[in-house]
């Protein structure tokens, strides 16, 4: 007798065979390339082993600590601003007499919809030395001579984590605003009764029934800031001075604009990866495994 032969489409696991496929094929594939790249050196066309060369470089190269402390003080400085902004403003949003939400949260969101060339271009010209913000602060004699946003290392810095703060504050806060919408109204009404203030009320229950879209948000927040470089690009170009170039910029320039550094690109590559990955790690086990 013969025995009857699956079909894997009746039980939907075929269905994964194109999606596993692709995915080794244009990722795994990839990583793996490129992993074996990291450990070479020479012209592209050209390439031979060399070790672990690439990785002791980066530990004397001037242009890679620069850029990888600028990397580290936006991720410090803006992320924990970006999601304080964002947990604040979706606690406005989620009130219930509020008027005009739709309109709001639209206007909110909007940024992070917004083409990265041209709001990084529209931010360019509003922070220029004649631009809108330096003469706003000037009538109000907040300053007395327009302040070099652009070509000053500090101010760049500044300007940048304004820049993505602007830009993404938005993204969260819809994280943030479906998770508030989530959490039972009766437990707020309990608390009114009890005499808890909404700032009460935002601390002891909605942050901490949020705390898994914190996690979540912080994790992708931390990624999207190591991987850093649209902003760079078209408002400072990592100026003055390397003073706000980022690692993502410097592995774009050693490939693309420099001699072509392939192999050493590719290492630098695999470092931001490994952070990302202890990062990640390190803010789930902060956050608890549940």
């Not at 604040?88 to 005009?100: A, G, M």
């Not at 109000?140 to 946003?149: C, N, S």
């Not at 649209?230 to 400072?236: F, S």
Request: with cysteine.
């Amino acid at each position: 007798m013969m025995k009857k032969i699956k079909n894997p489409l009746r039980d939907g696991n075929g269905f994964l065979v194109i999606p596993v496929v692709m995915i080794t094929l244009l990722v795994f594939v990839p990583m793996v390339f490129g992993l074996i790249t990291s450990f070479q050196t020479g012209t592209p066309m050209n390439m031979t082993f060399d070790g672990l060369a690439n990785y002791k470089r980066l530990l004397s190269d001037k242009t890679f600590i620069t850029a990888f402390k600028n990397t580290v003080l936006y991720l410090i400085i803006q992320v924990p601003i970006m999601l304080f902004l964002a947990i604040i403003i979706s606690n406005f949003l989620n009130d219930k007499k509020l008027k005009f939400k739709g309109l709001f949260r639209t206007a909110i969101f909007l940024p992070c919809i917004t083409s990265l060339v041209s709001y990084s271009l529209v931010m360019k010209s509003i922070f220029a030395n004649d631009g809108i913000v330096n003469e706003i602060l000037m009538k109000l004699h907040l300053i007395a001579d327009p302040i070099q946003w652009i070509t000053h290392p500090f101010w760049a810095k500044v300007l940048i984590i304004i820049s993505i703060t602007w830009r993404w504050t938005g993204y969260n806060m819809i994280f943030f605003l479906s998770g508030m919408q989530n959490i039972d109204s009766e437990i707020y009404d309990a608390a009114e009764v009890d005499g808890a203030s909404k700032w009460d009320q935002l601390i002891k229950i909605t942050i901490p029934n949020l705390k898994p879209i914190i996690l979540f948000t912080s994790i992708t927040s931390t990624i999207g800031t190591l991987q850093l470089f649209d902003e760079i690009a078209n408002i400072t170009n990592g100026g003055p001075a390397n003073a706000t170039a980022t690692i993502s910029q410097y592995i774009y320039n050693l490939m693309f604009k420099f001699t072509p550094q392939f192999g050493y690109a590719a290492a630098m590559a695999f470092v931001v990866s490994i952070i990302i990955i202890i990062l990640s790690l390190i803010q789930t086990k902060v956050g608890g495994e549940k």
